[in-house]
């Protein structure tokens, strides 16, 4: 989270990069029910479950870049695309550990991160500042995630490709967990500064 902002370059909603970020958004229920069908009497689903994450990453892509490209920066999508992150990590978190493919504690890391940031954001509101921006070590986070848990949901199999998959994702999820955390510490840090600064000012 810079003080300096990216600009908002539109005030228009129905531009290609929002209407990819609530496709996106749409598909997050979507994604939660084909990965819990087997716990509830039905058949597996994890082939779709996964064609859905991939999308979803293809379309976080291209909605960041088409916006740029585009000059289709709004304040919409702004909110959008980093809801539209932390609602698919959620979801995951959720399916991946009610499947128990995920232990609750790396569940409980990434949540308690996400509380943290919910504090941060209260904090900043209080003095009058807008939510932080997503910042490199964010993107890189919510990048291994997005890698790590299909590979984990692949895992959740046998024979060579499954075995595969679960060091790849173990490996993802690692770096993630970490530089996940590591970018909330830099919020920290930076929301005291904004705060010490308006103290001082005041």
């Known amino acids: 989270m810079e003080v300096q902002e990216t600009r908002v370059q539109t005030d228009r909603v129905l531009t290609i990069p929002n209407i ?3 496709a996106r958004l749409l598909g997050v229920p979507l994604f939660l029910w084909l990965i819990l069908r087997p716990e509830f ?18 379309s976080d892509y291209l909605d960041g870049k088409l916006a740029r490209r585009w000059n289709q920066i709004s304040q919409l999508g702004r909110l959008l695309d980093p ?3 932390r609602l698919y990590i959620l979801s995951t978190l959720l399916g ?15 949540l308690s991160r996400d509380l943290m940031m ?3 954001v209260g904090i900043l509101r209080r003095h009058g500042y807008p939510p932080p921006q997503v910042n490199f070590l964010g993107k890189a986070a919510t990048f291994n995630l997005m890698y790590a848990f299909p590979l984990l949901l692949l895992s959740d199999g046998t024979g060579w490709l499954s075995s595969l998959a679960a060091v790849f ?5 690692g770096w993630g967990m970490t530089l996940y955390w590591w970018a909330g510490i830099l919020y920290v840090v930076q929301v005291r500064q904004l705060v010490r600064l308006d103290a001082t000012a005041d």
């Open 20 to 22: 990819l970020s609530m």
């Open 41 to 58: 009497g039905g058949p597996n689903s994890d082939g779709w479950a996964l064609l859905v994450l991939m999308l979803s990453g293809i």
């Open 83 to 85: 809801a539209a992150d």
């Open 96 to 110: 991946l550990t009610w499947r128990g493919i995920l232990p609750w504690w790396v569940t409980a890391v990434l």
């Open 118 to 120: 919910l504090v941060m």
């Open 169 to 173: 994702g173990w490996a993802f999820a």
